[in-house]
């Protein structure tokens, strides 16, 4: 069973900055995906952005894009969500999961992705 581990959730100003987290020392993800994910209560978890892990090609979301960026160290087996310019409607759960690429294409599919991290809360303030 491979554990995500997830951390830098918190609550910040709108225009603010967070990096996200999540690592995993179980687990040799070359060929795997990482995605990200969000999701607020009542709503459907919303992929947010995915790194194919070695190859390092990112994907993104229209929503985030050119405000998130999604990197990786392979050494640490760690991806990175950098979030910045943070808007109150960034405000979520976030969530890592981890996933063969073999899988298909669609990055933003929760149903490619067999682990996932805990969460970790974000809070953007206006």
């Known amino acids: 069973q491979v554990q995500l581990v997830e951390s830098g959730g918190g609550s910040v100003q709108a225009g603010g900055s967070l990096r996200l987290s999540c690592g995993s020392s179980?687990?040799?993800?070359?060929?795997?995906?990482v995605g990200w994910f969000r999701q607020v209560p009542g709503n459907e978890r919303e992929g947010v952005a995915a790194?194919?892990?070695?190859?390092?090609?990112?994907y993104y979301a229209d929503s985030i894009k050119g405000r998130f960026t999604v990197s990786q160290d392979t050494g640490r087996n760690t991806v990175y969500l950098q979030m910045d310019s943070l808007k109150p409607e960034d405000t979520a759960m976030y969530y890592c999961?981890?996933?063969?690429?073999?899988?298909?294409?669609?990055?933003?599919?929760?149903?490619?992705?067999?682990?996932w991290g805990q969460g970790t809360q974000v809070t953007v303030s206006s």
């Open positions: 999961a981890l996933g063969s690429a073999r899988r298909g294409r669609e990055w933003y599919d929760e149903a490619k992705y067999d682990y």
């Open positions: 179980q687990y040799g993800w070359n060929t795997q995906r």
């Open positions: 790194i194919l892990f070695g190859a390092g090609t990112t």
